[in-house]
C-alpha cells in the first residue's frame, strides 16, 4: 500500500491522563494510505493500546504495539486483511516479550490492542485484551469487540449477572494481551447483534459501513465511567471533535481514575439534495409565459372594448345628429407580477405597461341639412415590445463536510502529560 496524507474519512482522535496523576499509558495511531498506484482505493487503520506494567514499562509497550501493527499492515497489500492483522499482533507481543526479557525494569510489560482497518467502505476489526471497538448505526452504540477479561468470562458462564459487574474487585483483570509468553489469540469476531453466535460474528469481517456510521475506538478508562448509550448520545448531538472532547472531560468528572483515549471515524452521510431549487428556474419560466399571455390578453380586450365604444356613440352622434361630449379614454394597464427568488439569487419581474391609445370624437353643431359625416378613422393599436426579462439563478454552494485532519503516517500521536489514576490491570 502506499501512504497519502488526508484519510478518506473524517475522523478525531484524543488521549488525557486522566485526573488521578497516572502516567499515561495509552497510545494510539492513525495511518492512511491507497491500495496502489493502478488501484487508488483509500484504506484507513486505526491502532488504540492501554499499556500494562506501570513506571514506563506499560507506556513502552502500547508504544511498540501502535508502530508495529501499523508498519506491518502498511508493509502488506491488503489482500487477506485477517491474516495481516494477526501476524502484526502476534509479532507485535513477541517484540514487547522481547525487550521486556532484555530490560530488568520493564519485566511484566504488556499492552491491550485494538484494530479497525477499514478499506473503502469494508471494515477488518481485531482484538487483544478489554480495549473496546463500537459501530455507532442507526441510533445504536453496538460493542463489536468482546472483553478478554475475568468479568466477561463470568458473564459468559452464567457465574454472575450484569448487575454484578460494576464495583467487582476484579473488573480489571484481563485474560489476553501482548506481550505474554506465549503468542495471545487475536479476537475477529465483530459482532453486529448481541443475538449473533461466534461464527456469525466471525462470518462479519468486511461488513460493509452506511452512511452515518461511527467506528469508535477507547480505552476501558472511557467505559469504565461512561455509559454505551452516552456516548451514542454524544456524537448524535454535535460534530466529531467537539464530541470526543465532550466523552473524555465526562469521564474525568466522573473521576477519571484511568487514561482516556478514543479514535472515531465517520463514514459521511450523503449530500442532500435540493430538487426545489432546481426545478425553480423552470417553474418560473412556465409562470412567466403565462402572465405574459394574460397581459397581452387584457390588453387586448380592452382595446377591442374601447373601439366597439367609440363605433357606437360615433354611430349615435350621426343618428341623432346631437352633441355628444369627448370621450377621451386614456387606459393603462400596469401588472406587477412580483416574481421574487431568495436575495441570494434575486430575480425580479419589473412592472410592464401596455398604454391603450387615447380615441378622441369630434363635436359638431347640428344643422337643418344634415350631411352625412364619415365614420372616424379606427384606430390603430401599436403596443410595445414585451420587456425581456433575465432570470438569474444563484446556485446553492454544496455544504461543507466535516474536515479532515491530516494525521502524519510515520509518527504516533503524542500524548499529553497525565493528571489522573485508576486500578492497575
Not at 501482548?178 to 495471545?184: F, I, V
Not at 472511557?222 to 472531560?249: G, H, R, Y
Not at 403565462?290 to 360615433?314: T, Y
Request: net charge negative.
Amino acid at each position: 500500500m502506499i501512504r497519502v496524507e488526508k484519510s478518506h474519512l473524517p475522523f478525531a482522535a484524543m488521549t488525557n491522563a486522566g485526573m488521578s496523576g497516572k502516567n499515561n499509558e495509552d497510545y494510539f495511531g492513525v495511518a492512511a494510505f491507497q491500495l496502489d498506484a493502478e488501484k487508488p482505493l483509500p484504506v484507513m487503520l486505526m491502532v488504540l493500546s492501554d499499556g500494562i506494567g506501570g513506571h514506563r514499562g506499560g507506556e513502552h509497550a502500547s508504544n511498540i504495539a501502535v508502530n508495529h501493527i501499523i508498519q506491518r499492515v502498511a508493509e502488506s497489500d491488503a489482500s487477506t486483511p485477517v491474516e495481516t492483522m494477526k501476524e502484526a499482533i502476534q509479532s507485535a507481543s513477541a517484540k514487547i516479550y522481547e525487550e521486556a526479557q532484555a530490560d530488568r525494569e520493564k519485566r511484566g510489560m504488556g499492552a491491550t490492542v485494538s484494530v479497525a482497518w477499514i478499506i473503502g467502505k469494508r471494515l477488518y476489526t481485531a482484538t487483544v485484551g478489554d480495549s473496546r471497538i463500537y459501530l455507532l448505526r442507526n441510533h445504536t452504540a453496538q460493542q463489536v469487540s468482546t472483553d478478554h477479561t475475568w468479568i466477561q468470562d463470568m458473564l459468559d458462564a452464567g457465574i454472575l449477572k450484569p448487575d454484578q459487574v460494576e464495583g467487582h474487585p476484579n473488573a480489571h483483570v484481563i485474560r489476553r494481551y501482548l506481550g505474554s509468553p506465549t503468542p495471545p489469540e487475536v479476537d475477529f469476531r465483530l459482532r453486529l447483534n448481541n443475538d449473533e453466535t461466534n461464527e456469525q460474528a466471525l462470518a462479519n469481517q468486511g461488513t460493509t459501513l452506511q452512511p452515518g456510521d461511527y467506528v469508535l475506538l477507547c480505552s476501558d478508562g472511557l467505559t469504565d465511567l461512561v455509559k454505551n448509550d452516552e456516548i451514542l448520545a454524544a456524537f448524535e448531538a454535535q460534530e466529531i471533535e467537539p464530541a470526543v472532547s465532550f466523552l473524555i472531560d465526562l469521564a474525568n468528572q466522573r473521576g477519571g481514575h484511568d487514561n482516556i483515549t478514543i479514535i472515531v471515524a465517520k463514514l459521511p452521510a450523503p449530500k442532500p439534495t435540493h430538487p426545489v431549487e432546481k426545478t425553480a428556474p423552470l417553474k418560473l419560466k412556465k409562470e412567466l409565459i403565462s402572465r405574459k399571455w394574460l397581459v397581452f390578453g387584457c390588453g387586448g380586450i380592452i382595446a377591442l372594448a374601447v373601439l366597439i365604444s367609440a363605433v357606437v356613440m360615433g354611430t349615435i352622434w350621426i343618428i341623432r345628429g346631437e352633441p355628444t361630449s369627448t370621450i377621451t379614454p386614456t387606459m393603462a394597464i400596469t401588472p406587477t407580477l412580483g416574481i421574487t427568488q431568495p436575495s441570494s439569487g434575486q430575480a425580479t419581474i419589473a412592472p410592464s405597461a401596455f398604454p391603450v391609445p387615447s380615441i378622441t370624437s369630434t363635436t359638431q353643431k347640428s344643422s337643418p341639412t344634415i350631411q352625412p359625416t364619415p365614420k372616424p378613422p379606427t384606430p390603430t393599436l401599436t403596443y410595445p415590445p414585451v420587456p425581456t426579462q433575465t432570470l438569474t439563478q444563484t446556485s446553492i454552494p454544496p455544504t461543507s463536510g466535516p474536515t479532515i485532519t491530516p494525521f502524519p503516517t510515520d509518527t504516533v500521536m503524542p500524548k499529553p502529560p497525565s493528571t489522573a489514576v485508576t486500578p492497575t490491570k
